[in-house]
């Protein structure tokens, strides 16, 4: 998957116009033009890195004069105390990016993190990890990035993408039949139709339709394993709510094909990582 530079800079841009409204108060009148240091990266946890070329690129669009060496890059699984890159150059550049970037890369790497985690618990499986359209506002192709970057899958980026029919659809049209069936009036050949179901009546339903894709939502995983059963390969089914890591691996033993979860990127919690300064002379 590969990133617009464009598309980044422009959240570099705005993130570092939010965090140095016209000065540097400290770090302007702290320390003198021409300072150069040495830091560097580490990983206070194990996890999955993902972000450090956007790292790097904030330094770039900070200021001039800093040399960002990767140790390890996207997708490489880190332990604690692995230094993960290092920054020669101009002080005030690398105080002035200092949180941006870091906010960028724990995000992203918390993320990653988090993705291989549940890939790894449903291996051996038919389930695939994808993320949902829960994401922050400005960061989905950030955030989405980064689940690929830990192993997982997209669902769709946005409306444009894909028929997707959830309850409030269905409710405010009257049923999945004829909800679908105006649906395939409009849309094109391209475009796969997707149904979220609550029970086991409107999988049945949503099966009679031709629907390509089901959405099991909230079911237990014994529902789920019948829906698995009744279905025998005609969709591709989705198991979709109070999915954690904790049952996550009960939930791919019923078969489904697809588990959503949106904890990949509005909750997920950042990895640590620090940016530490070689100790230096008074300036």
């Known amino acids: 998957m590969q990133l617009l530079q464009s598309y980044v800079d422009g959240i570099i841009r705005t993130a570092l116009e939010e965090d140095i409204h016209y000065v540097d108060v400290t770090t302007d009148y702290l320390l003198p033009d021409g300072h150069t240091s040495h830091a560097y990266y580490i990983a206070k946890a194990d ?7 956007i790292a790097a690129r904030v330094f770039a669009l900070t200021g001039q004069g800093v040399v960002f060496h990767a140790k390890v890059k996207d997708g490489d699984h880190v332990k604690k105390g692995d230094i993960l890159a290092t920054m020669d150059g101009d002080t005030k550049t690398l105080l002035k990016g200092e949180r941006t970037a870091l906010n960028i890369l724990q995000h992203l790497s918390g993320i990653a993190t988090a993705t291989s985690r549940c890939v790894e618990l449903v291996k051996g499986t038919r389930a695939q990890i994808t993320d949902t359209r829960k994401t922050l506002p400005g960061l989905r192709r950030l955030q989405k990035y980064a689940v690929t970057v830990g192993g997982g899958k997209n669902h769709r980026y946005n409306l444009s993408e894909g028929a997707m029919l959830k309850d409030n659809h269905i409710d405010v049209y009257g049923g999945i039949r004829p909800a679908v069936a ?47 059963r009744r279905t025998a390969g005609k969709a591709l089914l989705e198991a979709s709510g109070n999915v954690t890591e904790a049952n996550i691996a009960e939930v791919a033993a ?28 008074q300036a």
């Open 47 to 53: 996890g999955v890195i993902c972000g450090l070329d």
């Open 182 to 228: 105006a649906l395939r009036k409009q849309i094109g050949h391209m475009t796969k139709i997707e149904v979220e179901v609550r029970d086991l009546d409107e999988l049945q339903e949503a099966l009679d339709v031709g629907c390509e894709i089901i959405m099991l939502d909230n079911m237990s995983c014994e529902e789920m394993a019948e829906a698995v």
């Open 254 to 281: 019923t078969g489904v094909d697809i588990i959503s979860l949106g904890a990949l990127t509005h909750s997920v919690q950042c990895f640590d990582i620090s940016m530490r300064f070689e100790k230096g002379e």
